[in-house]
């Protein structure tokens, strides 16, 4: 045969069979934008800035809706009451991790943000106890923490299991759990302090803002501490607006239904991947108006008091929530108000000039390259 033949051959099987199994899936799950054979969705899809094609699908085909990622169907959630019913309500039923073919290769499976089933389970409890241990919750880490910020300013002035298989403690997976606590601890914790000093250097009314409470209620002569939050109410505002802003991980990590789930009068089978929307939550126009607008007024209410939002999903929702989302909330509050204690943030050119709009890659968001000048106190 021809290999000219032989080819075209081949590839009218691999496109009939696409056809074939797109059109049978189809025809069990929900409604969506028409897949191509073989590629799926992929060229409706903005691959750097997904949530934004995510949206625009969402007009058309409602909350819930299917993508497909070559011949793999991805079922959406968008919107905060689809992604609340999934991840709170049905919590367990939606607590599996889905598929992310690159993180697998590398992790194998391991660690704590790709694992899955008893594993994960296993890990997870571990990496809270662990937490725990290191003082997650008590006085001692927030010691570590004032002392880290300390160092940071100070810094600015200057410019036994391991041959059981069976068990899931093993070396490589502790590597791979170590790995992705620090990974996911530290650059989501730094990305979102350096877009925070941004939109305060973009801002500087509310930068001054904070500075006057910092002033009224810790004073010079102290570290900020906790216990100040609760008497704070204006910095706490711009603290959740920073992180609602950025919408670090616009469409969080991929989760997979542990059995077959009745969703909303629809039948999802088991292992099906979902994506829910985390940018349909934290800029939702009703719960935030003006939600692409960076205002600490979206978590005060008319008395200038700190104002609770259920919409409020930086760190995910249910089963999957980071175990680290306590130490984080607790690192940036202390580091923003210690900074802004001991600096005013003075930009190299005016503010109206600065560029606040994020930086969307595959996985996240980041701010803008910036230059930042901290002048003391």
């Given at each position: 045969?021809?290999?000219?033949?032989?080819?075209?051959?081949?590839?009218?099987?691999?496109?009939?069979l696409?056809?074939?199994?797109?059109?049978?899936?189809?025809?069990?799950?929900l409604?969506?934008?028409?897949?191509?054979?073989?590629?799926?969705?992929?060229?409706?899809?903005?691959?750097?800035?997904m949530?934004?094609?995510?949206?625009?699908?969402?007009?058309?085909?409602g909350?819930?809706?299917?993508?497909?990622?070559?011949?793999k169907?991805?079922?959406?959630?968008h919107?905060?009451?689809?992604?609340?019913?999934?991840?709170?309500?049905?919590?367990?039923?939606?607590?599996?991790?889905?598929?992310f073919?690159?993180?697998?290769?590398?992790?194998?499976?391991l660690?704590?943000?790709?694992?899955n089933?008893?594993?994960?389970?296993e890990?997870?409890?571990?990496?809270?106890?662990?937490?725990?241990?290191?003082?997650?919750?008590?006085?001692s880490?927030?010691?570590?923490?004032?002392?880290?910020?300390?160092?940071?300013?100070?810094?600015?002035?200057k410019?036994?299991?391991?041959h059981?298989?069976?068990?899931?403690f093993?070396?490589?997976?502790?590597?791979?759990?170590?790995?992705?606590?620090?990974?996911a601890?530290?650059?989501?914790?730094?990305?979102?302090?350096?877009?925070?000093l941004?939109?305060?250097?973009?801002?500087?009314?509310?930068?001054?803002?904070?500075?006057?409470?910092?002033?009224?209620?810790?004073?010079?002569?102290?570290?900020?501490?906790m216990?100040?939050?609760?008497?704070m109410?204006?910095?706490?505002?711009?603290?959740?607006?920073?992180?609602?802003?950025?919408?670090?991980i616009?469409?969080?990590?991929?989760?997979?239904?542990?059995?077959?789930?009745?969703?909303?009068?629809?039948?999802?089978?088991?292992?099906?991947?979902i994506?829910?929307?985390?940018?349909?939550?934290?800029?939702?126009?009703?719960?935030?108006?003006?939600p692409?607008?960076?205002?600490?007024?979206?978590?005060?209410?008319?008395?200038?008091?700190?104002?609770?939002?259920?919409y409020?999903?930086?760190?995910?929702?249910?089963?999957?929530?980071?175990?680290?989302?306590?130490?984080?909330?607790?690192?940036?509050?202390?580091?923003?108000?210690?900074?802004?204690?001991?600096?005013?943030?003075?930009?190299?050119?005016?503010?109206?000039?600065?560029?606040?709009?994020?930086?969307?890659?595959a996985?996240?968001?980041?701010?803008?390259?910036?230059?930042?000048?901290f002048?003391?106190?």
């Amino acid at each position: 045969v021809d290999p000219a033949v032989a080819l075209v051959l081949c590839l009218s099987c691999l496109f009939l069979l696409s056809l074939w199994r797109q059109s049978s899936g189809r025809g069990r799950l929900l409604s969506g934008p028409t897949p191509l054979p073989i590629i799926g969705n992929i060229l409706q899809l903005d691959v750097k800035d997904m949530s934004k094609s995510l949206s625009n699908f969402s007009k058309v085909y409602g909350p819930v809706f299917t993508v497909y990622f070559g011949l793999k169907p991805i079922v959406v959630l968008h919107g905060y009451e689809a992604v609340k019913e999934a991840l709170i309500d049905h919590g367990e039923e939606f607590s599996g991790r889905g598929s992310f073919p690159l993180a697998e290769k590398v992790n194998k499976g391991l660690g704590i943000l790709f694992s899955n089933g008893k594993r994960w389970k296993e890990i997870r409890h571990f990496s809270l106890m662990t937490l725990r241990n290191f003082g997650m919750g008590k006085r001692s880490i927030e010691d570590r923490v004032q002392e880290e910020a300390l160092c940071l300013v100070e810094e600015l002035r200057k410019t036994n299991e391991k041959h059981n298989q069976q068990s899931e403690f093993t070396v490589e997976n502790l590597i791979a759990t170590v790995t992705d606590m620090f990974g996911a601890g530290t650059e989501t914790t730094s990305t979102t302090l350096r877009f925070g000093l941004l939109l305060l250097l973009k801002d500087p009314e509310v930068t001054a803002k904070v500075q006057e409470e910092i002033e009224r209620v810790v004073g010079r002569n102290r570290s900020p501490c906790m216990q100040d939050r609760s008497h704070m109410p204006y910095t706490d505002a711009v603290v959740h607006e920073i992180q609602r802003y950025i919408d670090l991980i616009p469409t969080n990590l991929p989760h997979a239904v542990t059995c077959d789930v009745k969703f909303r009068n629809y039948l999802i089978p088991k292992g099906m991947t979902i994506i829910t929307s985390l940018t349909s939550v934290l800029h939702n126009d009703k719960e935030f108006p003006n939600p692409e607008m960076f205002d600490p007024g979206h978590f005060l209410d008319k008395s200038g008091n700190f104002k609770k939002s259920d919409y409020f999903m930086p760190f995910s929702a249910g089963k999957w929530m980071c175990v680290g989302e306590g130490l984080a909330r607790m690192e940036l509050f202390l580091f923003l108000t210690t900074i802004l204690q001991n600096f005013n943030l003075k930009s190299q050119v005016d503010p109206k000039d600065i560029d606040i709009t994020p930086i969307a890659n595959a996985f996240g968001r980041v701010p803008p390259l910036y230059q930042l000048c901290f002048i003391p106190v």
